[in-house]
């Protein structure tokens, strides 16, 4: 009887854990915000176009040098991912990310398909007062 009660109080403890990170994700997701922008910018000889996206979320997934994924808004995907290590990709973030942290990543994509990626410190504050695209 004790072996019992033992493995059902155990499997109820894995079902809570399970049930709060979940949880957690989706606060976070509910918190961050994405703002996307296109820009055009004409000058006497040329027309150039700047796409930037912007994302206020958590760090769910950090590989230095490889990705970062972050929470975003949404009801079915919620994080998002963004290569690093891309030949056509100048990156910026600060040694001190990881894993839990809220940041700010600001990608642009050049007329010309450049992208530049930039991580900033941020927190759910600043992502809450950003309005979003949701």
Same mark, same amino acid.
């Given at each position: ?9 155990? %499997? ?6 399970? *049930?709060? /990170?979940? =949880?957690?994700?989706?606060? /976070? /997701?509910? =918190?961050?915000?994405?703002?996307? =922008?296109? !820009?055009?910018?004409?000058?006497? @000889?040329?027309?150039?176009?700047? *796409?930037?996206? !912007?994302?206020?979320?958590?760090v769910e997934g950090? +590989?230095?040098?490889?990705? %970062?994924?972050? !929470?975003?808004?949404?009801?079915? %995907? *919620? ?16 040694? @001190? ?9 600001? +990608?642009?994509?050049? @007329? @010309? ?9 941020? *927190? +759910? ?10």
């Amino acid at each position: 009887m004790k072996t019992i009660l033992t493995l059902a109080c155990a %499997i109820s403890f894995v079902f809570a854990g399970a *049930s709060f /990170a979940a =949880q957690d994700k989706s606060t /976070a /997701a509910k =918190q961050s915000k994405e703002v996307q =922008q296109d !820009t055009k910018t004409v000058t006497g @000889n040329k027309t150039t176009k700047t *796409s930037t996206d !912007t994302v206020y979320g958590k760090v769910e997934g950090y +590989e230095p040098g490889k990705s %970062i994924k972050v !929470t975003v808004p949404g009801k079915i %995907i *919620s994080t998002k991912s963004f290569d690093l290590d891309d030949k056509d990709t100048t990156v910026h973030v600060p040694a @001190n990310v990881k894993t839990g942290d809220w940041v700010s990543i600001v +990608e642009k994509t050049a @007329n @010309n398909g450049h992208k530049t990626v930039t991580v900033k410190p941020s *927190s +759910e504050k600043e992502a809450s007062r950003v309005k979003g695209t949701d």
